[in-house]
């Protein structure tokens, strides 16, 4: 079930929650609830989120918050996510991110991103990522990019590693 109030001076509320599964409604099921405002450059949006038996996740719960502003020449961001559960792999992680992207004209934009992946797990798996972007619109529905990422990895068992992204993006 979904539910998403009407926009109230640039408040949104949305709740959804899911009753499970069909073999066991005890498991798998999840309620979230958020709330956004959006006025003219800013957003701020909070959001919480309880699981009770979902996939690999089991049960825990998760809370996310997001900044983003539009100063015109450039769009900031900022987010924050925590993550608890009773499973091994995903004990506790949080995840701080900021980002910029910056118009270039012509529809093309360049963008920057950091990511830094606090993982309280039995792995540690600990992480940054930095991202660099070009993105090239070409349709209201369509752009096509370029970008490099670049991850540090602060666990010996996993690797660093930098990869280099061309493609084609749709949105339906």
């Known amino acids: 079930m979904n539910y998403s109030s009407p926009n109230m001076g640039g408040f949104v509320v949305r709740v959804l929650h899911g009753l499970g599964t ?52 450039a769009k900031l961001n900022a987010r924050y996510r925590k993550m608890t559960s009773d499973t091994a792999a995903t004990q506790s992680t ?11 004209g012509s529809g093309l934009t360049a963008a ?16 940054t990522r930095l991202s660099l972007a070009l993105i090239k619109t070409l349709s209201k529905r369509t752009n096509i990019y370029a970008a490099y990422v670049s991850d540090n ?20």
């Not at 069909?22 to 949006?45: F, H, K, M, N, W």
């Open 22 to 73: 069909e073999t066991d409604p005890s498991t798998g099921e999840q309620t979230e609830i958020s709330l956004s405002y959006s006025a003219g450059p800013l957003l701020v949006r909070l959001a919480r989120a309880d699981y009770d038996g979902v996939g690999t996740f089991g049960n825990g719960d998760e809370t996310q918050a997001q900044l983003d502003y539009n100063f015109g020449v």
């Open 94 to 104: 949080k995840r701080y991110g900021a980002g910029v992207s910056v118009p270039l």
């Open 112 to 127: 920057v991103d950091y990511q830094d992946w606090d993982n309280n797990t039995a792995a540690n798996s600990d992480m």
């Open 153 to 172: 990895q602060d666990n010996a068992a996993l690797k660093d590693g930098d990869t280099l992204a061309v493609g084609v993006r749709h949105n339906f």
